[in-house]
Structures are given as structure tokens and as C-alpha cells.
Antibody, heavy 117, light 107 residues
Framework: QVQLVESGGGLVRPGGSLRLSCAAS????????MGWIRQAPGKGLEWVSY????????YYTDSLKGRFTISRDNAKNSLYLQMNSLRAEDTAVYSC??????????WGQGTLVTVSS | DIQMTQSPSTLSASVRDRVTITCRAS??????LAWYQQKPGKAPKLLIY???SLESGVPSRFSGSGSGTEFTLTISSLQPDDFATYYC?????????FGQGTKLEIK
């Protein structure tokens, strides 16, 4: 069965960095677009970034360009999100999703990122 | 960016009621729309994609319709498990965007 498990969240000071990971299993990882979506506490959903199966096609939400970097390692069935220059407003649960055509058909449970001094 | 607006923001209903949630896009998205259900502390669950295609394993009481800029999610007979928050999402153009959510509450 499809499983997505995120890790790497935690408490970080403003201006700091974190690298999130998403371990995928139960499907042919390299065949699928993947994405990161975040949800601030008590708020709605926001699509952060999106990557194709080869890693060559990448999209970011405009407000995050230059600070966040999505990548993948198909040999390790893993998706990553490098987050730099973190701000308080980046505090959220970050989830990875399998996104075959732009919608998430399977989601992980998410990892909480808290940006606070 | 394409703005997605859901209405209502909150909906109170009873078991066995028929309910409809509306999602409007700020520009045409053809049929590239998905609906999700989310319960507190849980990941969103895909219900509908391509505006009207039911995801495998989702009960048939859920249905979606619409194209262009106006879409609806209908639950034909509410069950206790359906009380949750529902989101629409367009995937016509990146950045993909979600509606703000509709919280379905027990009356």
C-alpha cells in the first residue's frame, strides 16, 4: 500500500534552515509527480512546491521562490524540501503528497515546523 | 494566481440531509478541480478529481459537478462520518490553489 512518511520538522529560530524528508513506499516513486503542501495552525491548505518524476520540472509558489528548494532521490524513494531564511509565517504542518496530475491522491501525516525565537 | 472561493464557510446539517458546497474559480479552470475531506489532525483525503470523477473507495453519496468557474460537491445523505472540513483545489495552472474550506457541522 502507498505510504508517505515525513520527517525533519521541529523548532527553528527565524532566519534558520530545515530540511524536510518524505519517505515513499508502495508505488513506483520515479513515475510520479510529488508535492509539498503546508497548513498553518487553524488555517487552510497551501501548495508549496511540485516536482516531476525526473526532478527536472519544478514549480514553487511565488512567495517562496528563492527560500525553499524541492528535490528528490529516486534511488532512495525520497522527496525533500530545503527551507532557508525561515520566518514566523512559515510555521505550519508540512505534508508531502503523491500528485499524479496536480491533485494529491495520497498524503503523508505531515511534520510540524515551528519558527520562533 | 487563480483564486478559489468556497461557500458557505460553515454549514450546519443533520444526518441524512442532502448538502451542497460551492467552489468558484476566479478564471476558467476547465474541469481541473479536486475535492478533499479533512478531519482534525488528519491528512486531507481525496474525494473527487477532474470535477466529477469519484476516487476509488469513496462512497457514492459523494458527487461533484461543474466546469469552467463554478463547481459543486454534493453529499446525498449525510452520515456521521462526513462531518469534517472540505476543500476544493484547482490544478489547471500552477500555483495550484485551494479554497478556504467549508466546515460541515452537526446541527
Amino acid at each position: 500500500q502507498v505510504q508517505l512518511v515525513e520527517s525533519g520538522g521541529g523548532l527553528v529560530r527565524p532566519g534558520g534552515s530545515l530540511r524536510l524528508s518524505c519517505a515513499a513506499s508502495g508505488f513506483a516513486f520515479s513515475d510520479y509527480y510529488m508535492g509539498w503542501i503546508r497548513q498553518a495552525p487553524g488555517k487552510g491548505l497551501e501548495w508549496v512546491s511540485y516536482i516531476d518524476g525526473t526532478g527536472r520540472i519544478i514549480y514553487y509558489t511565488d512567495s517562496l521562490k528563492g527560500r525553499f528548494t524541492i528535490s528528490r532521490d529516486n534511488a532512495k524513494n525520497s522527496l525533500y524540501l530545503q527551507m532557508n531564511s525561515l520566518r514566523a509565517e512559515d510555521t505550519a504542518v508540512y505534508s508531502c503528497a503523491r500528485a499524479p496530475r496536480g491533485f494529491g491522491d495520497y498524503w503523508g501525516q505531515g511534520t510540524l515546523v515551528t519558527v520562533s525565537s | 494566481d487563480i483564486q478559489m472561493t468556497q461557500s458557505p464557510s460553515t454549514l450546519s446539517a443533520s444526518v441524512r440531509d442532502r448538502v451542497t458546497i460551492t467552489c468558484r474559480a476566479s478564471q476558467s479552470i476547465s474541469s481541473w478541480l479536486a475535492w478533499y475531506q479533512q478531519k482534525p489532525g488528519k491528512a486531507p483525503k481525496l474525494l473527487i478529481y477532474d470535477a466529477s470523477s469519484l476516487e476509488s473507495g469513496v462512497p457514492s453519496r459523494f458527487s461533484g459537478s461543474g466546469s469552467g468557474t463554478e463547481f459543486t460537491l454534493t453529499i446525498s445523505s449525510l452520515q456521521p462520518d462526513d462531518f469534517a472540513t472540505y476543500y476544493c483545489q484547482q490544478y489547471n495552472t500552477y500555483p495550484y490553489t485551494f479554497g478556504q474550506g467549508t466546515k460541515l457541522e452537526i446541527k
